[in-house]
């Protein structure tokens, strides 16, 4: 009996000492994990291949990968914002856009040259800005006055447009003329002028040709309508198609008629294309003015203007 008892005490002993080996081992293995762990090195060299890299290990490196990957990314999000903070300085109202397609007053018939015999319809529209005392007139070879007549139009939603059965007499059997219309605002200033010149007929039947391109012979940039000036000068950029090489006459009209200030311009009407430029208009005013900067141009064969362009600003002292 007394041996049977020995045999298992040795046996539990010989246990005990087995797993105090384990315990041993493991407290050995453990710190080296977690010194490894420990040191975060995203540029050394990989380690030896006879280590035994644990879990812990390999869930931290993509943490390490992933903040160097977000250091570049962060220049583009930069470079964005420094745009958007300067984009707002070049707004539409700072620099708007030119449409020549908003013709003032805009013949649909007759086209230039068309032969005409009497009588004759015309056909043109008006702007709704430009409505008011409206004129239309034939004026002869030699500046003598052939048609007119005055009416009012009014301003609607869209452009007015105007219908006109013309009767006129001539002495000769035919005669060049330049037929024009014409607005006035309440002030009796000249707000828009366009003309083409036609061939009238004592007799014979009328033959149309095609109208102009609807496109304005002058767009302004600066300065828009209602702008507020000050300090003296106006700064004037826009572009233009002109309609012969004559002076283009560049000039601000107050609401009693008074020019404040003028200057000419010179343009190639030989170019098809729209011409820009960009001028200064000096003034001297003691009070705030209301006045039109007007662009107007002479005809180069049949006395008077040609085509006129104007819209209203605002003068400070």
Not at 252 to 258: I, K, P, S, T, W
Request: charged share 20%; hydrophobic share 40%.
């Amino acid at each position: 009996m007394k041996r049977f008892l020995s045999i298992g005490l040795l046996l539990c002993s010989l246990a005990l000492f087995a797993a105090c080996t384990r315990t041993e081992r493991a407290n050995v293995i453990l710190p080296t994990v977690t010194e490894t762990v420990a040191v975060p090195e995203p540029s050394a060299t990989p380690a030896p291949r006879t280590a035994t890299p644990a879990p812990t290990a390999t869930r931290r490196l993509p943490t390490a990968t992933a903040t160097i990957t977000l250091t570049p990314s962060s220049t583009p999000t930069a470079t964005r914002r420094w745009w958007w903070t300067r984009t707002p300085t070049f707004t539409p109202s700072n620099t708007p856009t030119l449409d020549p397609s908003n013709v003032i007053l805009r013949f649909a018939a007759p086209g230039p040259m068309s032969k005409l015999s009497s009588p004759f319809n015309l056909i043109f529209y008006v702007l709704p800005e430009y409505t008011g005392t409206t004129r239309i007139e034939i004026i002869g070879e030699d500046g003598r006055e052939i048609y007119r007549k005055v009416f009012r139009t009014f301003k609607q939603s869209s452009p007015s447009r105007v219908a006109e059965e013309i009767r006129f007499e001539i002495p000769a059997a035919a005669e060049v003329a330049r037929l024009q219309i014409s607005t006035q605002d309440e002030f009796g200033r000249l707000m828009s002028l366009n003309s083409v010149r036609v061939l009238l007929m004592a007799v014979g039947d009328s033959q149309f040709t095609p109208a102009y391109e609807p496109l304005e012979r002058v767009v302004l940039r600066f300065p828009r309508r209602e702008a507020e000036v000050a300090e003296g000068e106006v700064r004037v950029v826009g572009m233009i198609r002109p309609v012969n090489n004559g002076p283009v006459v560049l000039e601000l009209v107050d609401r009693r008629g008074a020019v404040i200030a003028s200057r000419l311009l010179y343009f190639d009407a030989s170019l098809t294309e729209y011409q820009h430029f960009e001028t200064s208009l000096p003034y001297q005013v003691t009070e705030t003015v209301y006045a039109r900067i007007v662009l107007r141009q002479s005809d180069d064969r049949i006395p008077g203007p040609a085509y006129l362009y104007s819209h209203e600003i605002i003068l400070r002292p």
